[in-house]
């Protein structure tokens, strides 16, 4: 952010309870700094060394890939061991209580078991915060452009890994995350390790919730990333299938989700997978899936903004406790639901063995193991119990396959239940996730549907598998408001792709209906917490602003030579990032214009067509004087306490006009002065470059300046080694000891600065600023007018829908 406004506008507005982007997120910067360091290195390159460094990054993607197998397969693994050793203690505890009447202890068996891996995987969030969750928004943000603090140390990694083992054994309202990652990164593979991998090879960043890069660079890194996903599924794959089978290096296992083939059995001659006539209940589904999602993603936002205001500021110890309380209510409605609303169903050859297709992927015994006969007689068994007691993969691969098995009663009741528990679940501080949940919801919507159109409608010729998937499309569809990935994850999953075109017209009706009420699931949360996420492209009206409109005047510069008091001033009185490096422009233009008529109209027209940081910031405070105060809060980086009617236009004029704490010292050693104009606060100032705050840290830190009796010359020079061995974590200003440093030395900063960063022109569209800060991946954008002096800056921030809007509206009042 460039804005030296430290306070958080993330937090809810009284008046409109609307969340406001942050500023204190920032953009990764993938532009490289081209500075006499960097120079020097690249002296010392050529063709050979060049050819191994492009050696090195494919390695380096191959060792991402192979990483991200292996920690999928250590999920997998263990997750699967905690998730049997609970079900097979309960399943024999039940089994054996049913005929002694002991069930409360069965119950609290399955408490204990549940209420251990969520107090665990809660203490795992305590340690390392952003690993809970998904993470599925924080890979959004981090492949948008924004820095998320923490989201690639080796600490969140492991948090993580252990947090998702112990979350997905927790119960049915915390399963799914395991699976999420493993779609994500085994089946698409695109977003699995990608945020680390990104940083290593210097790739731009990807843009939030779509399925390609508007990057140029866009075709090397989706060769890299397919290279990548490839590496990560074939090492699953070869463990995975030496493990289970003991035959390494036959492959026969593809991915960690497979929901088998979709088959018709060869006696059945008037099933189909679907027809054309199906298609007209595809788009009913999936404007109902839409609906359905829309409203969970708005009982999820209203809980999650509870969560903010009564949860989150109280002690850490409260997170953990509503987990357990989370927990425990949803042991307890599992085992109720299971014992009290379960119905005892004949078992017949349909639901002991399965269709054809389903003897392709699972074997009778574990199909008979899958199917539970809690709390039923001889020959019978319970099919609530078989979607509760049942991994969740279990329970989606009955409802798309198994014929026969669930009563609609059943169904609707699961579907309910599920919905409710996997709402109040998400958002609470374990690592859980959303993905196979909503399949799983949306596979007894499906299902349900199917039963229906069979039983009280008469369509034989349904396939019930069919609609049970094209239910899980449509509910996650409205949920998570993707289309393209879905669908390919979706295919690749069954290995069926007939089944493209219903899939895709159920996802974008899906997407299309709800939409129309909210945003997905994942863009509430990233809005939630106040990140500056930029949309894929600008909207047409945006174009008539300017880059002059959006831009922030009110600047923080350094110039080439400045003293050290000056530096540790201003690094210590901002929380800017980058500073620009400029000179002040005065010149003796009303000589020239005395003698030449000629000359004193040219200087006259380039003072009329220049813009200048006086001339803007004064029509801002024109205009923003009618403006309407409620939009102030929006528009402004300060956040304007209510005020007296009379006090306001002084309080806007001290914003208008805000200075910095002055810098003393400064060269030249003329101090900014509180009786300045502001044409003489916002002279011209010629832009030469910009530096960063890491940059100006590190220099202070190695003692890189030189006295006013010699030569900067004289000035010590650091490498691009020296430079950047602190990274990613620079010093900062205020741990810096500043008695070891000579207020009156002066540092050079020509030879570390940018000196060629991307620059726009006042009058260049938003649409175009937008296009290039996003597609080169920009951290900073300095606005230069036609004589090279700067005018302003743009960030991530200034980029914002809501800043935007904020900029449109204020432009329509001054037309």
């Known amino acids: 952010s460039y804005s030296s406004d430290s306070t958080i506008l993330g937090e ?3 008046e409109e309870d609307e969340i406001l982007p942050r500023k204190d997120y920032e953009s990764l910067d993938y532009d490289r700094c081209i500075n006499d360091p960097y120079l020097e290195v690249l002296e010392t390159m050529d063709n050979k060394k060049g050819r191994r460094y492009e050696a090195v990054k494919w390695m380096m993607v191959f060792a991402i890939g192979v990483s991200t197998g292996l920690v999928g397969l250590f999920v997998d693994f263990f997750a699967r061991l905690f998730t049997q050793l609970k079900f097979g203690v309960v399943q024999a505890s039940v089994e054996e209580c049913s005929q002694k009447g002991c069930l409360a202890l069965s119950l609290l068996e399955l408490m204990g078991f549940n209420l251990t891996f969520v107090f665990f995987a809660s203490l795992l969030v305590l340690i390392e915060p952003v690993a809970a969750g998904s993470g599925i928004p924080e890979i959004k943000c981090y492949l948008n452009g924004v820095k998320v603090p923490g989201i690639v140390r080796l600490r969140t990694l492991l948090c993580k890994v252990f947090g998702v083992l112990f979350s997905v054994a927790g119960g049915p309202g915390f399963a799914g995350l395991s699976l999420e990652q493993q779609v994500y990164g085994d089946v698409s593979g695109r977003e699995q390790g990608l945020s680390l991998f990104s940083v290593l090879v210097g790739a731009p960043q990807w843009p939030s ?20 996903s490839m590496s990560a599924t074939f090492t699953l794959n070869f463990f995975r299938s030496g493990i289970q089978f003991g035959s390494w290096g036959s492959f026969q296992l593809p991915g960690l989700l497979n929901f088998g083939e979709f088959k018709c059995s060869d006696s059945d001659k ?5 027809t054309a006539m199906d298609l007209g209940f595809f788009v009913v589904m999936g404007v109902t899936g839409g609906l359905l999602g829309a409203t969970f993603n708005c009982l999820n936002k209203r809980l999650a903004k509870y969560r903010m205001r009564n949860v989150h500021p109280k002690p850490k110890l409260v997170r953990v406790l509503e987990s357990l309380l989370v927990s425990l209510v949803t042991t307890v409605v599992v ?12 078992m017949s050859s349909a639901g002991q063995v ?9 074997t009778s015994e574990d199909v008979n193991s899958s199917i539970k006969t809690f709390f039923c007689p001889n020959e019978t068994y319970n099919d609530m119990a078989t979607l509760f007691f049942n991994p969740q993969e279990s329970a989606i691969l009955q409802l798309f396959h198994q014929d026969g098995t669930f009563s609609p009663i059943t169904l609707a009741l699961f579907f309910v239940l599920y919905f409710v528990l996997a709402c109040w679940t998400y958002g609470i501080s374990v690592p859980s996730g959303l993905f196979v949940p909503s399949l799983l919801c949306g596979a007894a919507f499906g299902r349900l549907v199917a039963n229906v159109l069979k039983s009280y409608i008469g369509l034989g010729h349904i396939y019930s598998g069919t609609f049970a998937l094209i239910g899980a499309a449509a509910f996650l569809g409205g949920v998570v ?3 393209i990935s879905l669908t390919v994850i979706l295919i690749e999953s069954t290995n069926e792709i007939t089944y493209g075109l219903p899939i895709m017209i159920t996802l974008m009706v899906a997407k299309w209906t709800g939409d129309f009420f909210n945003k997905g699931i994942y863009d509430i949360h990233v809005g939630l917490r106040g990140v500056p996420l930029l949309e894929w492209e600008t909207e047409v009206e ?3 602003l300017r880059a002059s409109d959006i831009m922030e005047p009110n600047l923080t510069y350094v110039y080439p030579h400045t003293r050290i008091q000056s530096l540790v001033s201003i690094l210590r009185t901002t929380v800017h990032h980058a500073f620009p490096v400029v000179t002040e422009n005065r010149g003796n233009e009303k000589e020239f214009m005395k003698g030449n008529q000629l000359i004193s109209n040219n200087i006259k027209f380039k003072k009329s067509s220049i813009l200048t940081r006086a001339g803007e910031q004064r029509r801002r405070s024109q205009s923003m004087k009618s403006y309407p105060s409620s939009e102030l809060r929006n528009m402004c980086d300060e956040h304007v306490t209510a005020e007296d009617p009379g006090e306001k236009e002084d309080l806007l004029q001290q914003m208008l006009e805000r200075r910095y704490t002055p810098y003393p010292n400064l060269y030249p050693d003329q101090s900014p002065s509180e009786d300045w104009t502001m044409e003489e606060r916002f002279r011209p100032l010629t832009f030469h470059g910009l530096i960063l705050r890491s940059q100006l840290v590190t220099l202070l830190v190695r003692g890189v300046c030189y006295s006013e009796s010699q030569s900067s010359a004289s000035q010590p020079r ?14 900062d200003i205020h741990d810096l000891d500043l008695t070891l440093l000579n207020p009156r030395m002066i540092v050079d900063v020509t030879p570390y600065m940018n000196p060629a960063p991307f620059t726009v022109s006042p009058n260049t569209h938003v649409s175009q600023v937008f296009n290039l800060f996003r597609t080169m991946g920009l951290r900073h954008l300095p606005v230069v007018n036609a004589v090279g002096e700067i005018v302003g800056v743009i960030t991530r921030h200034n980029l914002t829908y809501e800043f935007l809007q904020a900029r449109l509206r204020q432009h329509y009042q001054t037309l």
């Open 12 to 14: 809810t507005q009284e």
């Open 209 to 228: 919730g779509q399925d390609s890069a508007p990057s140029p660079l866009w075709p090397r890194f989706n060769l890299w990333s397919l290279f990548c």
């Open 270 to 274: 008037k099933c189909h997978l679907w």
């Open 335 to 346: 085992f109720v639901a299971s014992m009290v609303l379960g119905e005892c169903r004949q």
């Open 354 to 362: 399965g269709n054809d297709s389903f003897q392709l992927q699972v």
């Open 481 to 483: 408001r993707m289309t």
């Open 542 to 544: 945006m174009d008539k």
């Open 718 to 731: 650091l490498s691009y080694a020296e430079m950047a061995e602190d990274y990613p974590r620079y010093p």
